[in-house]
């Protein structure tokens, strides 16, 4: 009966499937973009080297060190929760 109900339902529930399927892969590597931590340690790089360059002012550094620095930690906070939740 469960495989006679999937043929006749498979016309609609397979491209919707296949959406669904889909749509969670782009949700998955999209936050794995946003909680990857080495563009944020580049970025921390490059802004030192900048205020190294004099390009920008000790005000500047440290005002985008703290945006930075922010960002860095809540990156390190969502890998600890998802360890955590991993182990549960």
Do not use: C, H
Request: charged share 30%; proline share 3%; aromatic share 6%.
């Amino acid at each position: 009966m469960n495989l006679l109900l999937k043929l006749l339902t498979f016309p609609v529930m397979g491209p919707l499937d296949a959406t669904v399927w889909a749509a969670r892969k782009i949700a998955e590597r999209a936050e794995n973009v946003y909680y990857d931590d080495m563009p944020i340690r580049v970025a921390l790089q490059e802004l030192e080297l900048r205020l190294d360059l004099g390009e920008i002012s000790e005000e500047a550094f440290e005002a985008e060190e703290a945006l930075l620095l922010v960002r860095l930690q809540e990156v390190r906070d969502y890998k600890r929760q998802q360890a955590v939740e991993g182990m549960s």
